[in-house]
């Protein structure tokens, strides 16, 4: 076995700090060729803001040993201790640099000493030897043979139970989530068995909880108007097949003058409401006894007179038929 030297950097050494560490990124009982191997030092107790200076490797790498990783640090422990005096507590750190290196020939390395400037002291730590191995083969019974491929072992009912139990677990939740929605949506609309209510029927029930002149003052305006408008358009979604809900004032009386059924009187008459609630809801508007008197009669005249239509031609289909 050849014995080879390697000179990595030189340094001049001030103050001895220990030996370095050699540590296998794979480790086993040898060192084989092309490994990777960490090589560096530890600090301990330096402290917050200490400048540190390495040496550089990276011009010493050939096809022997390559530098495969250039300098890293890693904090490895933070402490905190308290300063002499009692005036607080000064943060240490354990600090581990290292590079990564990798030797491509059977032999003895000599790594070499290295010197880390901290602060302004200069560390010196002392070099090891690595000892590389390769893998011995006996030429005389050596033969080749072709790659295997991967084997595969038959699935077991032990292996399959625990899926299985799985599989049937997600299903009953399923299963139960189901059940409980469709519960949950037969309360909602009362069994499931109610009719439900017209159209202008809703509308007329919600527009008579805004019935009196309590709603009228200032403070409740915005309330009263916005209760008053979100039931008629909610009505005319239903009644006009209109988004009304997501529209505003302006795109709502555009599509409602597509509507043929709908006077034109009554139409200026609900877009002089709903300007009306637009001034109170979002310009701060206090509206007059006059316009809070007029809004509500309004609403369920605008309800009752388009309903009135609706039942005015299904009852003409029926004399037709």
């Known amino acids: 076995m050849s014995l080879l030297t390697i000179i990595l950097a030189t340094l001049l050494q001030t103050v001895p700090a220990g030996q370095a560490f050699l540590r296998q990124l794979q480790p086993r009982d040898s060192v084989l060729i092309a490994d990777q191997l960490e090589y560096g030092f530890q600090l301990d107790?330096?402290?917050?803001?200490t400048r540190i200076a390495l040496p550089d490797f990276s011009e010493a790498s050939n096809d022997t040993l390559t530098l495969v990783r250039g300098w890293q640090i890693d904090t490895t422990a933070r402490l905190r201790v308290r300063?002499?005096?009692?005036?607080?507590?000064?943060?240490?750190?354990?600090?581990?640099?290292?590079?990564?290196?990798?030797?491509?020939?059977?032999?003895?390395?000599?790594?070499?000493?290295?010197?880390?400037?901290?602060?302004?002291?200069?560390?010196?730590?002392?070099?090891?030897e690595l000892e590389v191995k390769t893998m011995p083969v006996d030429t005389a019974t050596f033969q080749i043979h072709d790659i295997k491929g991967q084997m595969r072992y038959p699935l077991t009912l032990k292996e399959l139970l625990p899926w299985i139990a799985g599989l049937w677990l997600l299903a009953l939740l399923v299963i139960l989530t189901v059940c409980l929605v469709q519960v949950r949506r037969r309360r909602a609309s009362g069994g499931g068995n109610a009719p439900r209510d017209p159209a202008y029927i809703v509308a007329l029930r919600e527009l008579d909880k805004w019935r009196g002149d309590k709603f009228w003052a200032p403070d409740r305006q915005k309330a009263f108007y916005s209760g008053i408008t979100d039931t008629l358009k909610?009505?005319?979604?239903?009644?006009?097949?209109?988004?009304?809900?997501e529209m505003t004032t302006?795109?709502?009386?555009?599509?409602?003058?597509?509507?043929?059924d709908l006077p034109a009187e009554l139409r200026e008459e609900l877009r002089a409401l709903f300007e009306c609630a637009?001034?109170?809801?979002?310009?701060?508007?206090?509206?007059?006894?006059?316009?809070?008197?007029?809004?509500?009669?309004?609403?369920?005249?605008?309800?009752?007179?388009?309903?009135?239509?609706?039942?005015?031609?299904?009852?003409?289909?029926?004399?037709?038929?």
Not at 45 to 49: K, L, T
Not at 250 to 260: K, P, S, T
């Open 250 to 260: 302006a795109e709502l009386f555009d599509a409602l003058r597509q509507a043929e």
């Open 45 to 49: 107790s330096v402290a917050e803001g």
């Open 83 to 128: 300063q002499p005096g009692g005036k607080g507590r000064a943060r240490l750190y354990n600090l581990r640099g290292s590079i990564v290196l990798a030797p491509f020939e059977e032999g003895t390395y000599r790594l070499p000493d290295f010197s880390v400037l901290r602060g302004k002291d200069t560390l010196s730590f002392e070099g090891m």
């Open 278 to 321: 637009d001034f109170v809801k979002f310009a701060k508007h206090t509206a007059s006894d006059e316009d809070n008197a007029r809004a509500l009669p309004v609403a369920v005249r605008f309800v009752t007179s388009t309903y009135q239509t609706v039942l005015e031609e299904e009852q003409k289909t029926e004399d037709v038929l």
């Open 234 to 245: 909610t009505y005319i979604e239903d009644r006009f097949g209109v988004d009304a809900p």
